[in-house]
């Protein structure tokens, strides 16, 4: 035990850092971690459950990239993805528009995203949201996907 309080003692170079109000700032995260608060948050245990939409969209075009990659469609490949509100919201589209899949020219994250277009949904704000009726496969597909492979494991 006494080596233990010298060994602390001796790693003690100041006095010990001041206590500091983390209300008074917007992000309180960065406020203790700095540049690196967003690691740092995903980090705790209170955040396991969650991920940002960032990091999805991140993941959606790296995987995008890397399973088109060496074929026809390399160049010209998009990805669909149910209209999240958290993907939708104004800042992600403007986060979007400014990553970029090659290096820092087009076609930017918002270029490849496929999106209703020309009216085809007229009664919808660009996208579709969580409408299962215009969704056919959130609307019935899954449903029957999911009974088939109940079907399979009933039967084997």
Not at 15 to 44: F, I, Q, V
Not at 134 to 145: A, I, V
Request: one cysteine or more.
């Amino acid at each position: 035990m006494q080596k233990l309080l010298i060994e602390t003692n001796n790693t003690l170079t100041g006095p010990p850092p001041l206590a500091m109000d983390r209300l008074d700032h917007s992000n309180h995260w960065e406020s203790r971690y700095g540049a690196r608060w967003r690691e740092e948050l995903d980090k705790s245990s209170l955040m396991s459950k969650y991920t940002s939409i960032q990091t999805l969209i991140h993941h959606i075009i790296r995987e995008g990239k890397r399973i088109f990659s060496g074929t026809v469609r390399e160049k010209d490949w998009v990805f669909y993805h149910d209209a999240l509100a958290t993907m939708t919201a104004k800042k992600t589209i403007e986060w979007m528009d400014t990553q970029f899949v090659d290096g820092n020219s087009r076609p930017t994250y918002l270029d490849k995203w496929f999106k209703p277009v020309l009216n085809i949904t007229p009664d919808c704000k660009h996208y579709v949201g969580n409408q299962p009726e215009k969704q056919p496969l959130g609307n019935s597909l899954n449903e029957d996907q999911n009974l088939a492979v109940d079907r399979h494991v009933i039967m084997s």
